[in-house]
């Protein structure tokens, strides 16, 4: 009789899960005979590469973490980085094709919303009681927000930080939800939370060179796919739609 | 006679798998790199923090748990009133819910914007980004399992001994902490050290409500988390750590739950008080 019980219930378990698959199945419909690329993409790309390739599987997060998910074998077909370096860095160890940056970005600080604390400027960070938050050292955020500071002398606000987040969208989330009173993100991010964050502008001879390089992963299933991938996201299209989304065009 | 054979061997590859499946991540762990390198990271500042850091955090919130469960334990076992499976239920919650969950709804509650926001900023406070934070979300996701625990430990706590130290003159203080606690501590320390494993492993709610600071709100979990991607070998070491915290944890509580004291102690609990 238990046993029975026990039977019925992973009967009825197993014919949930597989009535779910089905439905997602049939929602995701498989008219497209382009294989569905698994793309690991900087966190700050969250919004707009979905409407991109809105087929593609993605994994956002700080590049740095997707470059170590890449070093240990997990399946990518596509990795785009929020700078130069982690690419390369693939592209030396033979993980990833020859990188092509693709968009550009600015870093800014984002404040709650209406600027409650009447803060002018990266200066007045130093102000005692706030609340600071960046991305960690190794992220690329994190590492821009480390060269700004330096070009301005102000390093000593990276020991002040309350948190170093894991990624930058992290930072965006714990200023945006009045955690932090301050961070630094890209100017993208702060555009995707308009309502509730405003946006401090840094000094103009600090600003870092954010640049996202994108390479297909060499050990990709669906290698000229992949390719074809990283080579559109320079294609006028999505170009447009980067622009669209704050992104900055290619510099020369 | 062939069928049941089959069905033998069936049961026994299915069992094999399971066992593997289950060991081998363990395994790994401890396989990938030599025990003296392992050993070597240890003494990292950013383990040595983070461990600091998990042990002084968990320690407050059981401390919580215990102080503030135990009594609620004690009442949900004791007492008989409406809603009182929902109140069961409801203490059990945080234990299925995902940690993004729990997050979310630490942060809905206790954040600048949350539930209790106004009021905590009103009085100077802010939860968020800070360690007491990490400790709000230790004791969250860890007190259900210390909790259900202690019910259970309470209601097996024969009534009749409850009655008889009562009649014997015992106040209702006195017959909890002489009676009611020595009777029902094996279970009480089952929960706790299953509570404690699920604190010390908490990741997902301290990393959206506290943040990650080495030295500040950086727990073990969260340490492993950013070390994976600069140096695996760190945080290979600090996952042994906690593999080997948590395996003797369990131990622990097994030789808790299994340990008969060796005369029954009910027998002097009547005795007047020295």
Redesign the interface.
Known sequence: MRLRTLLAAVAAIVAVSASVLAAVALAGGSSTKAPRLTVFAAASLTNVFPKIDPHGRFSFGGSNMLAAQIQQGLPADVFASANTKLPAQLHRQGLVTTPFVFTANRLVIVVAHGNPLHLTGVRDLERSGLRIVMAAAGVPAGDYTRTVLARLGLSDLVGKAVSQETDVREVLAKVALGEADAGFVYATDAKTVAGKVSVLRLPPGSQPRVLYAAAAVKSSKHLAAAKAWVKRLRGKSAQKMLRAAGFLPIPH | MMGRLLAGTAVFAAAAVAFGFLLLPIVAIFSRVSPGRLVAQLSHPVVTDALVLSLKTNAIAQALVLLLGTPAAYLLATRRFPGRSLAVVLIELPLVLPPAVAGIGL?AAF???GLL?GTLDALGI?L???QAAVVIAVAYVASPLYVRQAIAAFEEVDPDLVAAARTLGAGRTRTFFRVVLPLARRGLAGGEALSFARGLGEFGAT?MF?????G???TLPLAI??A???N?TTALAMSALLVVVSGALLVALRLTLQWQPSRPTSRFLFAPSR
């Open positions: 942060i954040g600048r914007f926001g802010r968020g980004l800070t990393i506290a943040g990650s600071l080495q500040v709100t950086q988390y950013s994976f991607d600069l695996f």
